[in-house]
Nanobody
Framework: QVQLVESGGGLVQAGGSLRLSCAAS????????MAWFRQAPGKERDFVAA????????YYADSVKGRFTISRDNAKNTAALQMNSLKPEDTAVYYC?????????????????WGQGTQVTVSS
């Protein structure tokens, strides 16, 4: 059973940057695809980015392509989301998720393990 803990959220002005981290424990981290989803008030949980188990190939929602970068460090059991050129519409609670032997699916139903979320607020 994998436990995930996000950190790094906060308040930032439009155009700024934030780096979210996800610390994993309780499983073989490299065996999990890792992903970030986000949920704004009154909206559904949306896919943001994913990276396949073992590392390598990455996937992004169109809305964040070119601005966000997902990465993982299998030696440190961590995943990260570097967010640049932030916009007010990026404001949401961001969740880290893990999918055993996953290929980086954008479907939240694929992910068995979730963190508690971290708030990102971008002011205009």
């Amino acid at each position: 059973q994998v436990q995930l803990v996000e950190s790094g959220g906060g308040l930032v002005q439009a155009g700024g940057s934030l780096r979210l981290s996800c610390a994993a424990s309780g499983g073989t981290f490299s065996s999990y695809a890792m992903a970030w989803f986000r949920q704004a008030p009154g909206k559904e949980r949306d896919f943001v980015a994913a990276i396949r188990w073992g590392g390598g190939r990455t996937y992004y929602a169109d809305s964040v392509k070119g601005r966000f970068t997902i990465s993982r460090d299998n030696a440190k059991n961590t995943a990260a989301l570097q967010m640049n050129s932030l916009k007010p519409e990026d404001t949401a609670v961001y969740y880290c998720a893990a999918d055993l032997y996953g290929l980086g699916s954008p479907a939240y139903e694929r992910y068995e393990h979730w963190g508690q979320g971290t708030q990102v607020t971008v002011s205009s």
